[in-house]
C-alpha cells in the first residue's frame, strides 16, 4: 500500500506566528537548531507558484504568506546546511523567487529570526535584482 503524502498548506498569520513562537522557546530550551527563509517574487505569488513551494517543504515546516509578494517559512530542527538544501530546492521550484536564510540565534526572538532572513531576501534582490 502506497503512503499517503499529506499536503502542505499555507497557515494564518495568527497561527504561524503562535507556531513560531512555540519554535523559538523549543529552540532555546533544548538547543535545537531552527532556520528561517523569506522568499519574494516581485510582482506577486501565483497560486501554482505557491503550490510548487508548498511541495517542496516539509508537513511539520511552518509557512505564512503575509503579502502578495512574500512567503515566510520556518524550518523547526533544521541546521544551516539543511536549510541551504531546502533554499535550492526552492529555488527550483520556483526560479522567479528570490530567497534570503537565516538561523537561529541565541537569544533571538521569532520577531529577529523573520527580520534577519528578510534582511538576507533584501540583500540578495540588490546583488542581483533579476532574481526576481
Excluded: H
Excluded at 503512503?3 to 535545537?32: I, N, P
Excluded at 533544521?78 to 533554499?87: L, S
Excluded at 537569544?107 to 523573520?114: M, Q, R
Amino acid at each position: 500500500m502506497g503512503k499517503k503524502r499529506t499536503k502542505k498548506e499555507l497557515q494564518t498569520l495568527e497561527a504561524f506566528s503562535k507556531a513560531l513562537w512555540e519554535e523559538v522557546y523549543v529552540s532555546a530550551e533544548f538547543d535545537l537548531p531552527l532556520a528561517a527563509l523569506a522568499l519574494v517574487v516581485e510582482g506577486g505569488w501565483q497560486e501554482e507558484d505557491v503550490r510548487r513551494a508548498l511541495d517542496v517543504l516539509r508537513v511539520a515546516d511552518l509557512v505564512v504568506q503575509p503579502a502578495a509578494e512574500e512567503l515566510l517559512v520556518a524550518l523547526p530542527n533544521t541546521r544551516t546546511a539543511d536549510a541551504r538544501v531546502v533554499e535550492e530546492r526552492l529555488r527550483e521550484a520556483v526560479p522567479k523567487a528570490a530567497v534570503g536564510v537565516a538561523p537561529y540565534r541565541r537569544g533571538d526572538t521569532a520577531e529577529d529570526l523573520l527580520a534577519r532572513a528578510q534582511e538576507a531576501v533584501s540583500r540578495r534582490v540588490a546583488e542581483n535584482p533579476e532574481a526576481t
